[in-house]
């Protein structure tokens, strides 16, 4: 492996022979609970790897600016160097996670409306919830970066959501992240059943990391049923 920059919970960042770009590892590691939770599960950095690479592709096939610049091999991409932006951008089509017990709305519940949120991203804090006049403040981004990140995001929503259905998966909620790269915000890191919420869409059965984190039973299962429907619609 080349020059290691970065290790961080599921994926590791190292040099290339390209000053513009980084290599980047997928891992098998699974955690929970910002780390408290933590098991290597053989065969999801391949998984989440090649679910992310036809995502990004999709993506950039229809107008999102993105970091992939080519896969390497079932685990390895190669990608713009970019400077990560301390903001997760969550998007939310149907009550889930910390938003149903945040505010008591019962999982499942269809939202009148699409919700973007903020994150800080932060271990050491826990990924607090945090606003658009409190990332200014402190200076993790402008609120021009804000509203560029907030159209892109929403424009993936649409995009997945569509993409998603047709595979008979109700994209719930998911997590984006940004980078700043040559005067350009592109879209980082990975879109995977790590970083979303996939529930079939006939009987709502959970097909990402929820499995993990709550204990529901084979959890790699429901990340190849989400692979082997996406290549089933590359297919078609
Ligand atoms: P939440 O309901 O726990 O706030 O998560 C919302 C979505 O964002 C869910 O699809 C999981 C994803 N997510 C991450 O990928 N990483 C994170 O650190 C957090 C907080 C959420």
Redesign the pocket.
Known sequence: MSEVLYEGKSKIVCKSDRDDAYIINYKDTATAG?GAKKEDLEGKGKLNAEISNIIFKYLEENGVKTHLIEVIDDITVLVKKAEIILV?V?V?NIA??????KYGVPEGTALKNVIV?Y?F?SDEYG?PLINDQQITAIGLATQNELDNMAAQALKVNELLSALFLKAGIKL????LEFGRAGGEILLCDEISP????FWDAKTNEKL??DRFRRDLGDVLAGYRDVLSRLKTNEER
């Open positions: 910002n997760e969550i939310r889930a996670g910390s938003f149903s017990k949120e994150s991203k990924d719930i909620d998911f997590k790590d970083s979303c919420r990402d990391k």
